[in-house]
């Protein structure tokens, strides 16, 4: 079956630098997305991957790993702002899109 | 502002009565989406639309019903609503294409409640 993983919830300081992780299992693979969601808005679109390697966007980064079905969002000099969940999705090879349950992220001053 | 608009924003509903979530989107997208967003769940996908006039199933159809008739808008039908189907609904739209990717323009959603 078609799966994604993500952690339900991370914590981390205002002015660090948080990893979420997220691993996909899919029938063919077309890419990986991450969007980000405050709480009682709409999801938008960060990012996305398709080939292994770092994609760099200003603070946050995404990175893929198509061997290991592997990716992570690394967001640095968190901000309070950055409270909020982070999906990851995967397209499969009929272009849909299987999405995580999402990872809430806490920012603590 | 180019976008997509859903309405209502929140709806209490009683069981068995019927409910049209409306979409509207100005981008000129080729594709339109319904999803559902239930706690501790990701985004379910409940029928999509790769053009006008084409529709298709998602991952949890049932109760559920659709309609293309031009490109603007892709409404949602809840038939005879019953309780499960309380849940926050997005519509969303993409310019897309097979081969390539776009992302999602998400709508600001539908709080709907069924009692």
């Known amino acids: 079956g078609q799966n994604i993983d993500q952690p339900t919830e991370m914590t981390a300081t205002e002015g660090a630098i948080v990893q979420i992780n997220c691993t996909y299992q899919?029938?063919?693979?077309?890419?990986l997305f991450w969007y980000q969601q405050h709480a009682g808005e709409a999801p938008t679109f960060l990012s996305y991957n398709v080939l292994d390697g770092l994609e760099e966007k200003g603070r946050f980064s995404s990175f893929l790993s198509r061997s290991k079905g592997y990716s992570y969002l690394l967001l640095k000099e968190l901000q309070m702002k950055d409270s909020a969940s982070y999906l990851c999705?995967?397209?499969?090879?009929?272009?849909?899109?299987?999405w995580g349950a999402g990872t809430k992220l806490i920012i603590k001053p | 502002i180019a976008g997509i608009t859903q309405a209502p924003t929140s709806q209490i509903l009683a069981a068995g009565r019927r409910m049209t979530l409306r979409c509207t989107q100005d981008?000129?997208?080729?594709?339109m989406y319904w999803y559902r967003q239930d706690l501790g769940l990701g985004l379910r996908l409940i029928h999509y639309?790769?053009?006008?006039?084409?529709?298709g199933k998602g991952e949890v159809p049932d109760g559920y019903s659709v309609s293309r008739a031009n490109t603007d808008d892709f409404p949602l039908t809840l038939a005879s609503a019953v309780p499960s189907q309380t849940s926050v609904y997005f519509c969303a739209s993409s310019d897309h294409r097979d081969g390539g990717y776009s992302p999602l323009h998400f709508g600001n959603g539908t709080r709907l409640t069924v009692t």
């Open positions: 981008m000129r997208h080729n594709a």
């Open positions: 899919t029938s063919g693979f077309n890419g």
């Open positions: 999705a995967a397209m499969d090879s009929n272009y849909q899109l299987i």
């Open positions: 639309s790769n053009t006008a006039g084409t529709t």
